[in-house]
DNA sequence: CCTATTATGTAAAGACCTTTCGTAAGATCT
DNA sequence: AGATCTTACGAAAGGTCTTTACATAATAGG
């Protein structure tokens, strides 16, 4: 579908450095013996041998010692060198920046975590040129060698241009041009994506193979990401917006704060409310002393019945919701991160017991592994994936 | 990301060939001139020429006489040969079977559509045979002529074996393998698929460019197919079943005839019931008379109140059962085809407004242009994909 | 020390594409 | 009618790449 346009012998070559190269990224990071890598590409060992030089000539590739273990002459090992492509992932909340530094193969070179004290968009600009500065200096590395750079931001963005379209949890966010003042420092393919859908895309990659994927962000605020095949769907710019779906039974109040109604009846802060609420009529449950969503969820897995109560509504609220969504995707997972996640299994059962009644063939219903990280991941595994996806055409 | 396994030069070749054989598809019907193709595929002429040379040979292509038309020498003109690679389409409704033969650049060489008498899977299956059988003569082609087969039935379809799992509208259709039956038939790539799937790729097809798509099909039942990017979206395999979607204020009936809660609500059926209730409170609406559900329509079109209500609240129930896919998914349009899409402007209008207070960048809402022959087109699309797919990469 | 085994290097051959030049066929102008 | 222009087609030379086949290097075990 998609040809090479000058087409000639040297199109063959390239083909092959690629081939090569996927092969040994996909063996990372074990190192990888030439004639491993025949086998791998199907190519035959001169050509292999060809396009290993070349990439060793561009830096991509780092030739190990050889060292013996079996009989026979000992194989010279090729490994990815990490160095060469390096890749700065952003997690730009309204509360925390996170910046990571990952090498080609995925390995962490550095990870900076700063929490924001002062609100407002000047001073979390300020926090991620410092904890970017502060990531390179601990890689060792200068802005010159970041290959790729992908920042999550909370807000709708639009992905093409990388502005923040809407983003009401940091005033004044979508004034700034974010990917502008970091394509300023970066002279590199930056991207800026809504935090739930790098989420998404982390969970994905780490559920191998998982088709299609709904992987929900559920804190104070709700979105989701949707995944197909490993690609981030976006839709016409703003898919995943599930806090805007209105819950049955919730009549749409005044937009004050930019959330949307599914976020004001079951974000995290709605949940203590209810819970809050429940426990005012029944005073001897543990839901009095509940101050946030994980104690609720805590007292639910204790056998408060009170508790349980108030999780069941959680869940079949947030059932009800997305079985329209379920059943149009087809997702074969939904995957709960966020805060909520921390709630565990009694969360877990109680939607996929709702989603049931609700849908055909009920997905599984699953926690994220991924926890915090997750979003940071998912900027990372997008920066990579943009530097394969430029690399394996043209290295 | 996908190598070719072999990797010397004679791939090339074939990457040309393939690059000039899609340069000529795309132009298609026009035939096309020599210095053409080098222009689209920024090949070289000889390059072109040698791949002409070859596909000429195979059969792929046809040469014209040369006409002279301007200045110059005339070019020789070739254009696709579909006698090639005819496929095969079949709608097999409940009510209705339709087969239709294309050839590669998609003319329609035969159709053949046949109402059902007798309900029952086996006269279905018999009314598939005389209907293809009878399309085949007409085209003048054997069945081993056939290269790809696109089957299109109601229910859910398991692709990977093209079994039909569920099928509440023909009894015993389950039963039958009816991939199974037209492998035996057609040596070639055989495929089932849901009928909504089908008129989905269709309307994508023909919305050019239409990134993501929701299509609708409404009539007595409702189904949906989502297109991404110009690929129908499959998911765990039972995507689009917005039949199942349980309206807002409709109580969980149960399941007697296999419909789902959408489709009791604002089915064809549902409609003209819900009409007559509300014409018998108010006997001067023309709505009394009203026998099917495009009365209605056409009714409020004609600016009978009652009528306009009717359709507003039938209206109103589908987007509220849409608008968490549409938040989710965030498709570019929203085609509405089926029996209902002779509704016109009335119902899309309506449907439109409600979107606007439930989502956030509502999508415009259109008429499938199709009507009756959607499913059949989606079907004779995909069989037209898959012979593509296959040729290009080998041919 | 020699042999078996495994890995790597090198040269000739074959396939393909590109560049370059020359030729052919028709249309318009004089 | 002939000249000239425009467009299209064909053939040979040159270069790049892969493949095949053969030779060489390094290590362990006898």
Redesign the pocket.
Known sequence: MKEER?????V??RM?RAAVLDAVRRRAPEQV???ELTQLTE?????V???VEDLLAAGWLRQHA?R?A???????RFSLNGRAAPVLGLDVGPHTVTAGIADLAGERLAVIRRPISRRGARHLLEAVDEVTGEALAMADLAAEHITAVTAATPGIVEVTTGRVLFAPSVPGWSEIDLAGHLRAHFRCAVTVENDANLAALAAAHQRTGAGTLLAVQWGERLGAGVVIDGQLHRGAGQAGEIGFIRPIGHLPDAAGDGRGPLERAIGAEAIVDLARRCAAEHPESRLARATDAAAVFAAAAGGDPIAAEVVDRVAAVFAEAIAPVVLVLSPHAIVIGGGIARAGAVLLDAIARRLEGLTLTPPSVELSELAEGAVLTGAIQMALDEVWRNTLTAC
Chains 1, 2 share one sequence.
Request: proline share 18%.
């Open positions: 000058p087409a000639g012998t040297p063959l070559r092959n013996r030439l004639a190519l035959t060992r001169p050509t041998a060809q396009a050889p013996s079996a009989v026979g002459r000992p194989a010279t």
